[in-house]
């Protein structure tokens, strides 16, 4: 019988508790999850995967934004992201085949490495790759499928005046799901200093309409190096300094998604915007004392007690240092304010 990515991705899920420690010898259980540093398999916990439970197999890697099911796992960690070559591994492994038991899995032990040395160096390539794409992209999204594409969103950045330069179109950037190059909007994360670190991917595609709308992926959105701490910085507010000269007082809205936090300033925009890429990094993000007050914007995720402990921590962290918390979220359940601003047009009538 064959079996298609699906069938064994939720093979491979069921047995997930079997799984991640042979693919992660060095990592720990933490509650339902197992936990390992990155997909070289060292220890820590910045990659994650859901042992038990309706999400069992899926995994996220949350410094470089990485996520995917069980066979997106095996692929990546051990074929380079070739899925073809993970469903053969993946058959043997689960005995679905008349093939001999797949070798034992060799990872090189796992030493200490000092600072500055190769897990930096495999970090800096990763910086270096996602500056070389966004640098690939003109400037402005005016007339791109990247403002088709919000337009399809509800999000008309006329209202805005002008389109954040944190965004630019990249009409082919490689795709490692599928293995082939897709257009994409591009975001960039910028750190505390206000340098780039990391690019954000949304693969895009046209529809037979000639509207644009997210690829058909697992994965359409993906990170491009590490971004813990940092945001993409899509709207100044009324005071038009960056982020780094914010005037005191300055307050900011903070999403975790594009969308979403573009639909916040188009219904504030006399608040500074930012996105944090995602809720786990949220509590994470540095901001100037002089911003004195936040107002979370988040996702009505009410059922999804991950969610609610990476939005409590980041409450908590601002509150710690001082600021001003506000949180505000949609009364739509499991919706977000993108789904606001798309129900509700005129802008300003549902604020954050």
């Known amino acids: 019988m064959r079996h298609n990515a699906s069938s064994l991705a939720r093979l491979l899920a069921e047995r997930t508790q079997a799984l991640a420690p042979e693919l992660f010898p060095h990592g720990k259980r933490d509650g339902t999850e197992w936990r390992v540093g990155s997909l070289a398999g060292e220890p820590g916990q910045s990659l994650a995967v859901r042992l038990t439970g309706a999400r069992q197999g899926l995994w996220c890697d949350f410094s470089s934004g990485e996520r995917g099911d069980a066979l997106d796992l095996v692929a990546a960690c051990l074929f380079g992201n070739n899925r073809k070559d993970a469903m053969v591994w993946a058959c043997t492994w689960l005995g679905l085949d008349d093939s001999a038991p797949p070798p034992a899995i060799r990872r090189p032990p796992v030493q200490e490495?000092?600072?500055?040395?190769?897990?930096?160096?495999?970090?800096?390539?990763?910086?270096?790759?996602?500056?070389?794409?966004?640098?690939?992209?003109?400037?402005?999204?005016?007339?791109?499928?990247?403002?088709?594409?919000?337009?399809?969103?509800?999000?008309?950045?006329?209202?805005?005046?002008?389109?954040?330069?944190?965004?630019?179109?990249?009409?082919?950037?490689?795709?490692?799901?599928?293995?082939?190059?897709?257009?994409a909007m591009l975001?960039?994360?910028?750190?505390?200093?206000?340098?780039?670190?990391?690019?954000?991917?949304?693969?895009?595609?046209?529809?037979?309409?000639?509207?644009?709308?997210?690829?058909?992926?697992a994965n359409a959105k993906k990170v491009l190096g590490s971004f813990a701490g940092g945001c993409i910085r899509l709207w100044r507010g009324a005071s038009g300094a960056a982020l780094g000269m914010a005037p005191d007082g300055d307050v900011t809205i903070l999403a975790e998604g594009i969308e979403t936090a573009l639909s916040c300033a188009i219904a504030c925009p006399e608040y500074r915007v930012l996105a944090s890429v995602s809720l786990s990094n949220m509590a994470a993000v540095k901001l100037p004392d002089t911003i004195t007050e936040i107002i979370v914007a988040a996702d009505n995720d009410a059922g999804n007690p991950a969610a609610r402990k990476a939005l409590k921590a980041a409450l908590h962290q601002f509150a710690q240092q001082g600021r001003t918390v506000r949180l505000a979220v949609p009364e739509i359940e499991h919706g977000d304010w993108n789904d606001v601003l798309r129900n509700e047009p005129a802008a300003g009538r549902n604020r954050p």
């Not at 082919?172 to 293995?179: D, G, P, T």
């Not at 505390?192 to 690019?199: D, E, I, L, N, S």
């Open 113 to 183: 490495k000092p600072r500055g040395l190769e897990l930096d160096r495999e970090a800096q390539q990763r910086r270096a790759k996602a500056r070389q794409v966004w640098q690939e992209a003109p400037p402005g999204i005016a007339g791109t499928p990247v403002e088709s594409y919000l337009s399809g969103r509800g999000i008309d950045l006329r209202l805005l005046g002008r389109a954040p330069g944190a965004l630019r179109f990249h009409p082919s950037v490689w795709c490692a799901e599928i293995q082939r190059r897709l257009p």
């Open 187 to 217: 975001a960039a994360i910028c750190g505390p200093t206000g340098k780039m670190v990391a690019v954000h991917r949304t693969w895009l595609a046209q529809t037979p309409s000639g509207a644009w709308g997210k690829a058909d992926l």
